[in-house]
């Protein structure tokens, strides 16, 4: 299966695009900072309300929050989309939605500090008005994994956990059948593959089961089931997939859906410069000029998600309005930053 190709980039340097990230930072993710568009906005019934905006050319688009890139393709005159998508709704009914909804009926509560609130049993406390992201698993439309998650701040990152949960749709359709998919029985199971790519492309993979029937028992995840991440290593991108013994002749039968939120991974600032030469260093993309703005005169490099050359120049500002949509890493001799157009 394809995915972005960075192997002649692997010598990433610690520059933020508008800050340095101290020794060892822990970057948790949270959907109320968004970077990219800057303000996410939903519907009444929860629905992201740019679900089906995209490129439109079976090419993935992407949004981002703090550190985090996340692909989504959207094709508004079919009225569909794969990839992932922010999400607010609380409803945990299988209303035959593929865009809203979670088994935890809403988004994972931070405090002040940034810390997962629990209540006095331990369990996670959720919020209508905390985001979360729906995950579309997809081999129909994109060349790439529909499901990809990637970094826009050149550094090495070691993924610490994740919280996962089911979504409605196609959770009753394993406890009740519905559409093509049946009903689960003994040795049925639904499981999320979560993928690790390093810097050398080398994979590892984390196998969560979302729903098993076994010894007579239906078991699916309800709330969110916190996944450590740490035997992944360090990555440059994450990637999901999906399988189910229910199949059929178009693949799954089992509706291809899940929910993540408060993915956290650790910057490895030992990887590339030191934070001293990062924080000279530093790169920033200005999207309301379209230019890649660079500290000081310098050879730089752009290259595309393919890892292709598409700019190489001297300049202090370098525009890129000239270039397709997608994901671009610009390369200096001190630093590196990932950013979408």
């Known amino acids: 299966m394809k995915h972005f190709n960075y192997t002649m980039l692997c010598a990433v340097a610690l520059a933020v695009a508008n800050n ?20 996410l906005t939903f519907g009444d019934d929860g629905a992201w309300d740019k679900i089906y905006e995209g490129n439109g050319d079976n090419t993935q688009d992407f949004f981002e929050s703090q550190v985090f890139i996340f692909s989504h393709m959207g094709i508004s005159d079919w009225s569909y989309w794969e990839g992932f998508a922010p999400c607010t709704s609380t409803a945990m009914n299988d209303n035959g939605s593929y865009a809203v909804g979670c088994m935890a009926g809403g ?11 629990t209540d006095d049993n331990g369990n996670v406390a959720v919020s209508a008005s905390m985001p979360y ?52 029985t003994n040795g049925d199971k639904f499981t999320l593959t979560i993928h690790g790519v390093a810097a050398d492309q080398s994979e590892k993979t984390i196998d969560v089961d979302l729903i098993t029937y076994s010894n007579d028992m239906f078991q699916a995840i309800r709330g969110w089931k916190y996944v450590d991440l740490s035997s992944l290593g ?32 650790k910057v490895n600032s030992t990887v590339g ?32 998600a393919a890892g292709q050359k598409v700019i190489a ?10 270039l397709d949509k997608g994901v671009y ?13």
Request: glycine share 6%; hydrophobic share 40%; net charge negative.
């Open 273 to 304: 410069t030191t934070l001293a030469d990062a924080d000279k260093a530093s790169i920033t993309y200005d999207r309301s000029t379209k230019e890649v703005v660079l500290p000081q005169s310098g050879f730089a490099i752009i290259y595309n």
């Open 107 to 117: 988004g994972i509560q931070l405090d002040d500090n940034g810390n997962v609130v």
């Open 20 to 39: 340095a990230i101290a020794d060892d930072t822990v970057i948790t993710l949270d959907l109320t900072k968004p970077s990219n568009p800057e303000t």
């Open 133 to 184: 992201i729906v995950g579309y698993y997809s081999t129909m439309m994109s060349a790439d994994p529909s499901c990809q998650i990637f970094f826009n701040d050149g550094a090495a990152h070691q993924p610490v956990g994740v919280y996962v949960t089911n979504f409605p749709t196609a959770f009753y359709n394993c406890l009740y059948g519905g559409g093509s998919a049946r009903a689960f």
């Open 329 to 341: 890493l610009v390369k200096t001799a001190n630093s590196t930053l990932r950013f979408i157009k």
């Open 234 to 265: 360090e990555v440059e991108s994450i990637y999901f997939t999906m399988s189910s013994t229910d199949m059929g002749d178009w693949g799954m039968n089992t509706t291809a859906s899940f929910c993540i939120d408060k993915l956290t991974v």
């Open 313 to 322: 120049t001297e300049a202090a500002r370098i525009s890129v309005a000239s």
